[in-house]
């Protein structure tokens, strides 16, 4: 059922689960990315886990707090690797439900350490196990469910999610603070189960991935499933011609793949720009975690305690609020402006703020310049904004919506992979190199965020207003090239304005609806090779 019209999409209330539903895997992967960095300062958890001197003077050795922090990341690369064939084998909704399973074992496993730190270090790997595979999921499961008009919109709530998931850890975490003894921390980590339930549930009664269900024959529920999440009633499914035109575009896409076996080593097969994607969709993720938003994300308590702060925690609630509130812009900036110029533009300004983040730490000690440590946290907050509003829901949304059908699976968790495996690094290496070079760090970020505009403006094909199959379309024509993918339509249409306008035209209720049938859907597919 319809409930409101967007951008001549009709979108009902199964559209609107699918964005906040599904996302809960954005959420736990921020929650659990927020609580840590407030964990460890935490009295109890010193106590128990940290190297005592005297009572009361507990703390952790780089390499420990290193290792409880990077751990996570260990297990999420881990798990965006075994994301592919499960959710290749059991369908894309209960390889989620099964994740949030290995999710809640690790909260487990963390909640009943007592004294032994290697145990909870554990219990986050294992908890990462879930959230990897998660984090190679959603985004896969929400670009094939979700319609082409609104694709970046409902992608974009994964990252939105992520941003309020650490938020409210960071909230929580001061909460939590004046709980006496455990139940400090404890609480903290035993919530995550809350979020994992809501998701491993809920998703059950949502519709399979369309593309999925094709790939394994069953082709009435893959229409049936087009339907709903677009406000038509499943039983009406043939009534309407803009969803048979983008079945039939699945169905022969799925036909010629099924040909072609998707292994894991055909993702580096340089035929149809298949290594190309590949080696795209790694550098995207891996430069997104060397944005350095996790420097700020997993260190923000004590990086700005090193600024002189009194309450760092306060800060940490700034930055997670601006995280959150900036990244709603993001939605509507990658679906107004694209794919390419924000994340073009995104780089330059992030590098610019890092630039005078480490200058100003680098110049004068912030703990004894009170100014100079306020201009800190603006550029720490300014730098947030940007990375909040292009890089951190572009690359996910890419993720989504860049690779072919029959190795998307593999291709998104190699991605996701990457993603994670800088993760571990920076997790695990910041507080080493933050002890030898202080705030300087922030000039080795500020070189990855204009290496990430560099690669996106020679690499990266502007793909928003495409389907799926169009998209693989643009990137085996060879006579595209990324800067000039923005003009670029598939046959049958002039420009991509008017690709998006007779879409628009071609939705239920609307008479232009035929317009979309001169579109040959049998020469897209073969171009889709």
């Known amino acids: 059922m319809s409930i409101f019209s967007l951008r001549g999409l009709h979108v009902g209330w199964v559209t609107i689960m699918l964005a906040l539903l599904a996302s809960m895997g954005g959420f736990i992967f921020g929650y659990d990315t927020g609580q840590i960095s407030d964990i460890v300062l935490m009295e109890d958890f010193l106590s128990r886990f940290a190297t005592c001197t005297s009572p ?38 209960y390889a989620m439900t099964t994740e949030c399973g290995i999710f809640i074992i690790g909260v487990v496993v963390q909640m009943t350490s007592t004294h032994v730190w290697q145990q909870f270090a554990v219990g986050r790997l294992i908890s990462g196990l879930g959230v990897g595979a998660l984090s190679a999921a959603v985004p896969m499961y929400q670009a094939e469910t979700a319609p082409p008009q609104i694709r970046g919109t409902l992608t974009a709530t994964y990252q939105l999610f992520i941003t309020f998931g650490i938020l409210v850890a960071y909230g929580i975490s001061i909460g939590a603070r004046s709980i006496a003894q455990s139940g400090s921390w404890r609480t903290v980590v035993g919530i995550g189960i809350l979020w994992a339930l809501i998701l491993g549930i809920g998703i059950v009664f949502m519709p399979e991935s369309p593309r999925w269900l094709a790939a394994h024959g069953r082709m009435d529920e893959a229409q049936a499933s087009l339907a709903i999440t677009r406000g038509i009633p499943a039983s009406e499914a043939n009534k309407h011609h803009f969803i048979r035109h983008e079945a039939e575009g699945i169905k022969e896409n799925v036909e010629f793949e099924k040909h072609v076996k998707g292994g894991w080593l055909d993702c580096f097969k340089p035929k149809g720009k298949i290594l190309y994607r590949t080696l795209l969709g790694m550098s995207l993720q891996s430069l997104q975690q060397l944005t350095g938003a996790n420097y700020f994300f997993y260190y923000g308590a004590t990086i700005f305690s090193s600024v002189g702060l009194s309450d760092p925690f306060v800060t940490q609630i700034i930055l997670g609020a601006v995280n959150f509130v900036c990244t709603f812009g993001g939605m509507y900036v990658m679906e107004r402006f694209g794919r390419r110029l924000p994340l073009i533009c995104g780089g330059v300004w992030q590098s610019a703020w890092l630039f ?9 000690d912030p703990t004894t310049h009170a100014g100079v440590g306020k201009l800190m946290i603006v550029a720490a907050c300014m730098f947030i904004l940007g990375y909040a509003m ?13 690779f072919p059908t029959r190795t998307r699976a593999k291709q998104a968790s190699l991605s996701t992979a990457a993603n994670w495996m800088w993760n571990f690094l920076i997790a695990f290496f910041t507080p080493f190199i933050g002890n030898a070079i202080s705030f300087k760090y922030g000039y080795v970020f500020a070189g990855c965020n204009l290496l990430g505009a560099v690669v996106a403006y020679l690499f990266l094909y502007e793909s928003s207003g495409l389907t799926l199959e169009e998209v693989n379309m643009m990137y085996t024509d060879p006579n595209c090239k990324p800067w000039t993918s923005r003009q670029w339509a598939p046959p049958g249409y002039s420009s991509r304005q008017d690709l998006i306008e007779k879409d628009r035209g071609d939705e239920p209720n609307n008479t232009t609806g035929s317009m979309v049938e001169n579109a040959p859907v049998q020469n897209g597919t073969d171009r889709a090779i």
């Open 56 to 93: 009361g003077n507990c703390a952790f050795s780089a390499v420990r707090e290193g290792l409880i922090v990077s751990l996570l990341s260990i297990g999420t690369l881990a798990g965006a690797l075994m994301g592919a064939p499960v959710a290749d084998w059991l369908g894309r909704r």
């Open 356 to 364: 005078v983040f480490a200058s100003a730490g680098t110049a004068v």
């Open 390 to 402: 292009t890089w951190a829901p572009g690359v996910w949304i890419l993720i989504g919506e860049t």
